[in-house]
Each structure stands twice: as C-alpha cells, then as structure tokens.
C-alpha cells in the first residue's frame, strides 16, 4: 500500500497545486497589482462563523472597520459576507476575470495571507506568481531536455569525436557547483530588462545550465541501444540513421526523460525562486515566487511581519509533492542520480 | 601515485576549462562596467573612452584573456573596477570565511551522518529506521531558501542567535575565549541550514551502502565468531561500504559550495556569496570571475581530498 499511496498522494499534490495556479484568475479574489493604499502590511484577514453574539453563521464572514482602519473591536465594524462561486463586477481592486471563487461584499476585504508594503494581496500574488515560476520551471525543464536529449544521442551515436567534445563539455557543466554556474552565465547578461525579456532571459539560463545530466543519461541509453539486434538489422534493410534515431532508439529514452523531468522542474523552479529573490530574475511589478519573498531580506519585514513568510511556507507542500513523485518515478526506472 | 597525479591533472584542465568558458561568456555579453557609466550624464562620453583604454577593454578578447592569466600568475587574479583594487586581496577574506563555514558544515555533516545512517542501516524497519527515513523525505524536500528563511525567523523571534553577520560589533576587544565564542555563536545558524540541507542525503547513501555490505556473508560469519554488535558495525562494515561514501564525500563539495553560496547570502556571512551578488549587480566581470574561479579551487581541492582518501583506502587503486 504504501508505496503506491505515496506516489499517488504526491500525484495530488501536485495537480491539487498545478490546478489552482493555473485558474489564479478564478482563484485569487484581487488582481496581483491592485494596490490598497489604506492597508499596507495588513494581517491576513480574520474568517469568522461567530458573530459578536455567539451566533454560528453557515456562511462565514469578515469584519470591516467601519472607519476604514485596518484593524479594531469588533463593535466598530461591519460584518461582511464571503460569497463562494460569486461573479462580480470589478470593484476598486479590480480583477479581471468576473467569475471568482469566493469574493466578499464591498466594503469588506479579504487578505488569506496578508498585504505587502503597497497594500496588494499576497494570497492573489502568489497565485499569479505562481504562474510565471511554474511556467518557467516547466520551460526551463523542457529546454534542458530536448538540449539533453539532442546532444546526449549525437554524442551517443555518432560517437567518436563528437562524443569526446560533447561528454568533455558535460563534464564541465556537471562539476561546477550549480548555482555559481547559473550565476555566471546571468552574470554576463543584461540586468535592467522589462520583466517579459526578464522570464525568457530565466528560463534560457536555467534551461541552457541544466542539460548535462540528461545529456549524459540520454547517452548511455543511445549507445546501448544502438548496438541492439533488431537496430542492427533495420540498419541492414537500409535505414536512414535519421529514421533509425526516431523509429527505434528515441523511444528507449521516453522513461528516463519523465524521470529527469520529476527531478528538474521543481529543480528549476526553485531556481527562478533563487534568482527572483536575489534580484536577478523577473522583477516587479510582475509577480513571482522569489520577488514574493524577496522583502523578507529587509529586517523590519522580517522583524515584524510574519505573514510574509506564509508565501514560503505555502511552497514546501509543492516540493514534497515532486519528492515523492521522482522517488516513486526512480525506484520504477532505477536510475540512480546523486 | 600515477591516479593521484592524473587526478591532479584533471583538476587543473578544469580550473582553465572553466577560465576559458568564463571569458567565452564574456565575450558573449553585452555591455560591461562601462556600459552602466555610460547611463550617468556627469560622465562625458570622452571620459568612458579614456577609462576604456585604461582598463583594456577596448582590447580584443584573446589579449585581455592573456592579460588576465598574466595578472594571475602575478597574484592579482585581474582588477576589480567597482572595488578600484586588484581582485585577489579582496577575494581571500572572503574566500577564507567561506571555507570556514563549509568546512564546519561539512565536517558536522559527515560527523552524524556516519554514525546515524549506521544505526539505521543495522535495524532495518525498526522505529528509528522510520523515523529517520520519514525524517529524510521531508528534509530533502524543503528547499536550503526556505529553510534559511524559516529559520531566520525563529531568530529574530526568540532572539537566541544573530540574524547576521559574523562577529559581533565589539569582537576586536574580546579575549581569545570570548572571541572563539562569539564566533561559534555566530556561525551555528549558518551552519545548522546548511547541515539540514546536506545531512538527509548523506544519511540515505550511508545506509544504503550499509545496507549492502550488512547483507552479506562475512557479516554473518562475524556475528558466528560472537563479536560485538558495535565491532561488527564500525571496525568490519563501515570500511568496507567506504567506497561509495568517499565519492559522495567529492560530489557533496560541490552542493555544498553552492548551498552555503546562498546562505552567506540570506544570513549575511561575510563569505563569497554577497560578494558575487554585489559584483554580478555592478557587472564588475572580473571579480565575478575571480569568485567563481575561487568556488572551482575550493571544489578541486575537495575531489582531490576525496581521491587521496580513495587510495590510501582502497587497496584495488593503488595496486593498478
């Protein structure tokens, strides 16, 4: 039971995350520029199924200050409903999709994770930042791959010269400590970039340091391959090696490269994280994970705002989920990777 | 011998390897120091050209690479333009508080990695065999970013430990107890992120290995002579599932020289870390070079470590 229950827990996991980010426009109830200058650095708002009276309400509410502070006694404030599945048209915060999964009356607001600096709702920032670093990740992973899975079989089947160039240069790659690595390579390129040239910028130089492991696996795999009997013999009715790569030795690679991408995506995703956070990746006002996190380096954020942090905690579920996933992929397909 | 030299010589083909490949991206970039300048309207465009020509770097690729390798065997390791001093001074203290920190994170890694992974390779299934593996999975799961955050917090809120930092303002006039305290003090958070980080898979290759060689038949003939559980474990078992740790010893290097990169960075250790970010932000390309060509020594010094381990320990390698 266990094993399966695992893989098949992570698997949720992973949908259950991928899913809600996906619809940020369904799911988060504020746009994630929409700022709220009244309330910088709100806590994450109270949900309330008690009324002042002790009354249990089946449709839980929120309470808005009926001076418009950010916080009082519940005796100077308006209680505010949460409609679920509500569509609304866009009010002062905006939104641009009408159709939210839950939404409170105006004047009432609601911040499940707190605001930022400039008042913005971290709940709908993270979701709309999770967007653009999946989305890198995802990319960044597919780059890597199809960068593997190219050099990894002209190096494993042409082999010769090729295969001493391209392993050489591998090697290079795998040795360095990888984050110096993806910091040289964004040292050299520009820093102030609009944050769209930004994310293609990250998901280049994530994508172009990551492909020499797959490359080096994608290699053995073609090269046992190649010598196999039935190659052997298409080879002697004539095959093209192009159709002989496509028709009969790629496939082999299929399962090692959905292994690989268990393990590279949440790989890059955290490294978009990295670099947004330094500083040197998508900026704002765009959203991303890593520039969520990014105030946390200032020390009165971190001194007194502890719901900044919940973006950070928000993401462990997320790298749990892949665990599981590349534990249960590598023990099916045995690849052992360090 | 002739591995050790090999091995020696590998590690030097990597330090120009990387060097070249450096310079390579250089000339790939666009823009440099200069380039930043030339934004600032106080600075006339007969200036920069001026400045340009000092520095070289009007000067083709291939000359200011000679250049450079000129400057390293004088010791100089190139100029830093943004620091208006030459790279290799400003790299060594920093490189040393780097080694500090990774050198403690390690040696404390390895240190319970050994001794734990043992315990539970030799009750497999037992509570402590579970609890470390669930243990593990959850550790190896938690990116070293957030756990430095996480962790940080838990600083600034029970106030335990400094959030930052190296010393403490008044180190110069402690005595040499106090200073080795407050520097032990300093370092234990630091060190504690990086050594979750690293701990969990270590533990898992330890009793892996273990595992394999407690399998095995002279094991149970050990046991039939009525050695002791102990013994057994850490005099007959461990050396001979040593192989495969040694190698890890040499990979771990490098994730390490990465992790404690950024940590240094979230926890303000005086080490490489800030140092890179800074002169990446000021595209000050020379001393981003000289740091990663610092983090490559570091990192062929520890495979070379790892090597010499392997031969004095495996007798195969030093016959062949």
Partial sequence: MNRRFYFRFGLLLLALFHGVVLCAGFFAPYDFSAQNREAPFARPTQVHFLDARGHFHLRPFVYRCLDGSASCETERSQACPIRFLASTVPDRLGGNSSWHFFRVDSPGQMFLMGTDSLGRDQF???????????????????????????IGSIAGFYGKAWDQVLMRGSELF????????????????????????????????IGFVGWARPARLVRGVV????????????????????????????????????????LLVPQFV??????????????????SWGNLLASLQQYHVLASYWWMYLPALALIPLFMGYQLLADALQERTKVVVV | MRFLSKRLMHGSLLLVAVSVFSFLLLELAPGDFFEEMRLNPQISTQNLLVLRHRYGMDRSRLVRYARWV???????????????????????????NTLLLTTTAMLAAWVLALPLGVWVAAKPGAWLDRLASGATSVLL???????????????VRT????????????????????????????????????????????????????????????????HGHGLSEQ?????????????????????????????SLLVEIIMSWPGLGPLLLEAILARDLYLVIGAIMISTVFLVIGNFLADALLYICDPRIRVE
């Fill in chain 2, 231 to 259: 013994r057994i474990l850490f005099r007959h078992a461990l050396p001979a599932a040593a192989n495969p740790l040694i190698s890890l010893f040499g990979l771990s290097v490098a994730t390490l020289l990465s992790a």
């Fill in chain 2, 141 to 155: 799961s938690v990116p070293e970013l957030l756990l430095a955050l996480v962790l940080l917090l838990v600083a």
């Fill in chain 1, 174 to 205: 795998l040795a360095l400590p990888w984050l110096y690595l993806l910091f040289a390579v964004r040292a050299f390129l520009p820093l102030q970039i609009t944050p769209a040239k930004a994310f293609l910028l990250v998901v280049a130089v």
């Fill in chain 1, 223 to 262: 090269l046992s391959a190649k010598e196999r009997n039935y190659v052997l013999a298409a080879r002697g009715f004539g095959a093209s090696e192009f159709y002989l790569l496509r028709r009969h030795i790629l496939p082999q690679v299929f399962g090692l490269l959905l292994t690989q991408a268990a």
């Fill in chain 2, 70 to 96: 000129q400057s390293l065997v004088k010791g100089d390791l190139g100029f830093s333009f943004s620091y208006n001093s030459p790279v290799a001074p400003l790299l060594a203290i920093r490189a040393r």
């Fill in chain 2, 159 to 222: 106030g335990l430990f400094p959030t930052g930092g190296m010393v403490s303002p008044q180190f110069g006039e402690l005595r040499f107890l106090y200073q080795a305290r407050d520097l032990a003090w300093h370092l234990f958070l630091p060190v504690t992120i990086l050594l979750l980080g690293l701990l969990p898979a270590l533990m898992r290759h330890v009793r892996a290995a273990m595992s394999e060689v407690l399998g095995s038949p002279f094991i149970r003939s050990l």
């Fill in chain 1, 270 to 287: 955290l490294a978009e994280v990295t670099l947004s956070f330094l500083g040197l990746g998508v900026g704002e006002p765009a959203p």
């Fill in chain 1, 124 to 150: 709908s920032r993270f979701l709309y930042g999770g967007r653009i670093t999946l989305l890198a990740g995802w990319l960044a992973a597919s780059l890597s791959l199809v960068l593997g899975a190219f």
